[in-house]
């Protein structure tokens, strides 16, 4: 039976709630990505007649009532602007990511002719953002999961840049023998036993929990940019997480260590330099 969508609009706002935290915003974003329509489309057409019957949006609200994230049912997110794919293979990018972008960004002048290594690449977003402002650096992206590894190829793809950004299978830097000139990840980072919310457990789990404390991967690359003498490394990390990255540095030579925050204050990732002479 059709039904008005301005009636829709309020069926699907009631259904969410007590489920989402903004059930009239959701239901709003649903039913606009279920109509292939915009904003303005929505405001202006509550009075168009849609069919509440149809299997797919009550798939979609159904999913959504159990918290699955409306990301991977639209297979839309935005970051840093603009539009990726995404579905159940990779992380749902964060906006906290964002920082990431900016803070190597300030570091790598847009003449600079480098190689840039990115591990956990997920979904894309950090290289191909990185690549669209860096138009001479190559970059190397690993991911040890092959779901990730193809929503970052459709992303690669779908932005032109598959000759720039090499996408490989591995575990941290083992599939990397070149020279790095730049090491970035938003690594996994949360505590295998830590409580997390529902809506978390849709997403890959090897893209969540970084360990039994949770920082062994930054870890690990940290001891990497030695190993390998990789000059810049920017890196996102846990909020609790800043002490440890300093106790780990203790012992080794740091030409500097900058931490920055995410919109809500919270230690987010560090940026380390070393001159490793
Ligand atoms: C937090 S997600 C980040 C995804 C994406 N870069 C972003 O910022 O949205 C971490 C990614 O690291 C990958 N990963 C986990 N362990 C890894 C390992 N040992 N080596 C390479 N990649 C790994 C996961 O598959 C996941 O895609």
């Not at 489309?41 to 009550?58: G, R, S, V, W």
């Not at 830590?194 to 849709?202: R, V």
């Not at 360990?211 to 990789?230: C, F, H, M, S």
Request: hydrophobic share 40%; proline share 5%.
């Amino acid at each position: 039976m059709p039904c008005r969508l301005s009636e829709l609009y309020t069926d699907v706002t009631a259904a969410l709630g007590g489920i989402v935290e903004f059930p009239r915003r959701e239901a709003e974003l649903l039913l606009i990505a279920y109509l292939q329509k915009d904003q303005l489309y929505f405001i202006t057409h509550q009075d168009a007649l849609i069919d509440e019957n149809d299997p797919k949006l009550i798939e979609w609200i159904e999913k959504r009532k159990a918290n699955v994230p409306l990301e991977y049912l639209t297979n839309r997110v935005s970051f840093y602007s603009r539009e990726f794919y995404i579905d159940e293979g990779a992380l749902i990018p964060r906006p906290e990511t964002e920082h990431l972008i900016d803070e190597v960004l300030a570091r790598v002048s847009t003449d600079e002719v480098i190689t840039v290594v990115e591990v956990g690449v997920g979904s894309g977003i950090i290289s191909i953002m990185l690549a669209l402002h860096l138009p001479y650096t190559r970059f190397i992206a690993v991911d040890i999961s092959p779901r990730a590894l193809a929503v970052a190829r459709r992303n690669i793809e779908a932005f032109g840049l598959s000759a720039r950004i090499e996408l490989r299978e591995g575990n941290l830097l083992s599939c990397v023998d070149e020279k790095i000139d730049f090491l970035v990840s938003n690594p996994p980072y949360i505590a295998h036993d830590a409580s997390l919310e529902s809506n978390l457990s849709y997403e890959p789990q090897n893209a969540l929990f970084g360990g039994t404390v949770g920082d062994e991967i930054i870890q690990r690359l940290l001891a990497e940019v030695y190993v390998r003498k990789i000059p810049s490394f920017v890196c996102e990390m846990g909020y609790d997480q800043r002490q440890k990255v300093q106790e780990y540095l203790k012992p080794f030579a740091v030409q500097s260590l900058e931490f920055y925050k995410d919109l809500a204050s919270f230690d987010r990732g560090f940026s380390l330099k070393v001159n490793h002479e």
